[in-house]
């Protein structure tokens, strides 16, 4: 008796035997991985708005187009300028980091982030420590309280520290209260990609400013600008330590690029994504299961062989955007790989499991 | 001090025995409240508040799409139990549950209960969460009820009484937990010295249970256990959340679970792996919507299948509801004497059935004095406080009950017992009940204490924390002083 109007239950994946006390739902994974992410971001956020404030110090007495050539490359950067603007005219000090800070609805906010890593750690409390999610609880109860806005107004930079210092205390109390499995690897993966990614973003923010002048290369302000990537990455002391002569665009970048010790430089993070997926696969090292994951070795081994000048003759921001695709495309076999199962059509499992029972009876 | 000003009043006082006289197995607190001033007490407190708001030890408010979690006030004055006071109790549940256990697999097979007329069978066959689908079914060693949080009360003479048994997912485990942890962060020294039963094996039992009753087709293997629940937007989430973590287990969702061939799989990273045993903290109507509701999103489509199947087994079993049906409940201590032969330990609250003739006469003659409830209602909903009533209140119930007099019954209304309680400025007398945690697998064992909950508003016996109730620490002292 088959009806072609009658839904078919969706294929699962496969079914295995396991009893042991290790595995991890699909949906936790999900959660624990954009968590992990999420603060890494808010991390990100808080230093770049940070950073581009002060530099604004050195500069007084702007025009409003002055203003938004510096702004609108850190909105671009985080890719949320249509929404900016559906919400404020002017791209200026005040609006960016507000829009980027404490605006719900733009999804990449500080404010956004944090509170989507928290309802990501409340779906998952019993899968971490009771010290993590007092960490990102404590975080939480901040933001949400008036202190917050009060704090920001009285003096950015402060607020800005916090919201540092709590990414930071997460990641240590991670680091030495959650045990080293599953569920850890997942939060590396989310926070070496995220991290890896706003690299990319933060070099490729001198891509997009409009210089005022030919002449100012390699003035004043161009190197205001580029110690200000530095410092965005939280990487000036690390670069410093390796290059005493003046800040230079191509070492700068080349540093970015290609440390293997700077860790938030765009290899090191790669490295360290490498050993994790390694891990998750359970495949030997140089071995990799799909395309993306080929895609994402084959960059790794670039980074290994290729010079500076090799990425500037063929272009940084193409590169820095051939990186940002790898990455893409490794979040979107990880989803596909171990997060995602096809969905329940409860119409179909219905009618599934009602005509079973009746055979059994 | 602050407590030489406390009132007992006309009420049985926990604490109190009159005005001057501390009972003695509060000696230790009443020693430690004589030096307890009001900034010491606003110090200790807002500690306690702010570990509890921290820690995300909160329940989220329903209609409020603000989504605020709010703590479950908690008062700092322990409520005591001296130990003979306490194995009384704890006697009288064990006989309470066995009794229960032993009543739902007999409706589920031979109604013996019914056919010798000892409940008249309309009350059973007829009641709401009565499964008739199940006749006949076995569960895995007989056990129907696992986790029980039956409610006590103490009567103007100190009596205990059984108010209500909640057989299907009774919660607040996790605030007695919460609430021991606290309050030994509080005051460490008076705890140490007042020499307190622990209540930290609650979890570790718990999972004892659930894999004692593991289906019988696993053999020796380990079963995988789960605790399953509405989502994190029930009330409840933190404790589901708590109680997993306690015990090692996955939480799951219904979109988290699957069934194929009558067996019940979760979606993990590693594809679809079996589950054993589910702890369900989602009520039967939501489990299936192949069976129950089919609206329901909960739950999963083919679980109860699997359930009839053997292949999974469920704490609570399906079809414990008709046990903790307020009428129901008016026959436990028939069902005692029946079952075990022995008397009571602990009376229930002297109830009318208003479907009884005899019974419904009496209500309506004395709606204004008496207390009507729902036969299924909890959490404190579709009750009628007479004497506290307005004229409207109680024509609407007069109505009802002429309506469908099987819904409903009726009690005195109970002065349940008092206890000192931090109102702000210094002490007073609050009324109080007590929820003690009842798991029964290979053996039947009742955590030491339970859950104090407390009426805070002046004057109110209503103690749910929907309502504007509030929670104690539980003490069972090793002695009687």
């Known amino acids: 008796m088959s009806d072609f109007n009658t839904p078919v239950p969706t294929a699962q994946k496969p079914i295995s ?85 404490f605006r719900e609805e733009n999804p990449n906010s500080i404010i956004s982030c944090l509170f989507t890593a928290r309802e990501n750690a409340r779906q998952v409390r019993d899968q971490i420590s009771l010290e993590m999610f007092e960490a990102l609880n404590e975080c939480y109860l901040f933001l949400k309280s008036k202190n917050a806005r009060e704090v920001w107004q009285s003096g950015a930079h402060e607020f800005y520290e916090q919201i540092k210092k709590y990414s930071h205390l997460f990641q240590g109390i991670t680091a030495s209260t959650f045990t080293r499995s599953e569920g850890y690897e997942f939060m590396n993966i989310g926070k070496f990609l995220e991290r890896a990614d706003k690299t990319t973003r933060i070099l490729d923010i001198k891509y997009h400013i409009l210089l005022p002048s030919i002449a100012d290369v390699g003035g004043a302000v161009d190197a205001a600008q580029w110690q ?10 690390a670069y410093r330590k390796f290059h005493v002569e003046d800040i230079l665009p191509k070492k700068v970048a080349e540093f970015l690029i290609f440390s293997t010790t700077f860790p938030r430089s765009i290899r090191a993070c790669m490295q360290r994504l490498d050993e994790d997926l390694h891990c998750l696969s359970g495949k030997e090292r140089r071995e990799y299961r799909s395309p993306e994951e080929r895609a994402f070795g084959k960059l790794l081994s670039d980074l290994n062989f290729l010079t500076i000048d090799e990425i500037q003759n063929s272009g940084l921001h ?19 790989e171990y997060m995602y199962h096809p969905p329940v059509d409860i119409q179909a499992e219905i009618l599934l499991h009602q005509q079973q029972m009746q055979q059994q009876q | ?380 909903y579709g009750m009628l406080m007479g004497p506290w009533a307005s004229r409207e209140e109680i024509e609407s119930f007069r109505e009802q009950i002429r309506a469908n007099p099987r819904n409903f019954i009726a009690q005195h209304p109970i002065s349940l017992s008092r206890h000192p309680t931090w109102c702000g400025e210094g002490f007073e007398g609050r009324h109080v009940d007590l929820r003690p945690y009842i798991l029964c697998g290979e053996k039947t064992t009742v955590t030491p204490g339970g859950l104090t909950r407390v009426a805070l508003r002046k004057g109110s016996l209503v103690v749910n924390s929907s309502q504007g109730g509030g929670s104690k620490d539980s003490w069972v002292l090793y002695g009687d002083s």
């Not at chain 1, 051939?322 to 893409?328: A, I, P, R, S």
């Not at chain 2, 256990?225 to 219904?254: C, D, K, W």
């Not at chain 2, 009571?344 to 059935?353: E, R, S, Y």
């Open chain 1, 228 to 237: 200000a990537i530095l410092r965005s990455a939280s990487a000036l002391e």
């Open chain 2, 1 to 380: 001090m602050l407590i030489d000003r406390y009132e007992p009043e006309d009420f049985f006082d926990e604490m109190f025995a009159d005005k001057v006289t501390v009972r003695p197995h509060y000696g230790r607190i009443a020693e430690r409240l004589q030096i307890l001033d009001q900034a010491e007490h606003r110090r200790k407190q807002t500690a306690v508040d702010l570990a509890f708001m921290r820690s995300g030890v909160t329940f989220t408010v329903y209609n409020d799409d603000q989504g605020t979690e709010r703590i479950f006030p908690f008062d700092l004055v322990p409520r005591v139990i001296p130990d003979s006071e306490w194995r009384r109790i704890e006697k009288g549940l064990i006989q309470r549950i066995t009794a229960l256990n032993l009543f739902l697999h007999d409706i589920y097979h031979d109604q013996k209960i019914l056919k010798d007329r000892v409940i008249p069978p309309h009350y059973i066959l007829g009641a709401k969460h009565f499964r008739r689908e199940f006749m006949g079914f076995n569960v895995p060693k007989d056990i129907y009820i696992h986790i029980c949080g039956t409610d006590l009360i103490r009567d103007r003479d100190g009596n205990y009484l059984v108010l209500e048994d909640n057989l299907r997912c009774p919660s607040g485990a996790s605030y007695m937990l919460e609430n021991r942890a606290a309050l030994k962060r509080a005051f460490p020294d008076l705890y140490r010295s007042a020499r307190v039963q622990p209540v930290d094996n609650y979890a570790a039992e718990l999972r004892k249970v659930l894999q004692y009753v593991s289906p019988p087709s696993l053999g020796t293997s380990q079963p995988n256990v789960v605790l399953m629940t509405p989502g994190v937007f029930n009330s409840a989430y933190f404790e589901h959340a708590f109680l997993a973590r306690q015990m090692g287990i996955p939480i799951v969702e219904g979109r988290d679970l699957v069934v194929r061939d009558a067996k019940v799989y979760m979606r993990t990273t590693s594809g679809l792996v079996p589950v054993d045993v589910i702890y369900r903290r989602i009520d039967d109507d939501f489990l299936d919507p192949t069976v129950f509701r089919p609206d329901s999103l909960l739950g999963v489509p083919g679980l109860v299948h699997a359930y009839r199947s053997g292949n999974v087994s469920l704490a609570n079993s399906i079809g414990t509801g008709v046990a903790d049906d307020k009428v129901v409940y008016y026959f436990v201590p028939k069902m005692i004497k029946y079952y075990l032969g022995e008397e009571p330990i602990l009376p229930n609250v002297g109830t009318f059935l208003a479907s009884e003739p005899e019974d419904r006469v009496f209500i309506m003659e004395n709606l204004g004095k008496l207390v009507v409830k729902s036969a299924n209602e909890a959490g404190g």
């Open chain 1, 17 to 101: 035997d396991r009893r042991d006390s290790q595995v991890m739902l699909s949906r936790v994974a999900n959660s624990l991985y954009w968590m992990s992410r999420y603060i890494e971001r808010s991390e990100n956020v808080a230093r770049l708005l940070d950073v581009n404030l002060q530099l604004m110090l050195d500069f007084a007495d702007l025009n409003d187009q002055q203003l938004k050539e510096h702004w609108l490359p850190i909105l671009c950067s985080a890719g949320d300028e249509e929404t900016f603007f559906r919400l404020y005219e002017r791209a200026d000090s005040e609006s960016v980091t507000e829009f980027l800070t």
């Open chain 1, 318 to 336: 193409q590169f820095l955007q051939g990186v940002q695709t790898v990455l893409d495309r490794l979040d979107d076999h990880i989803y596909q």
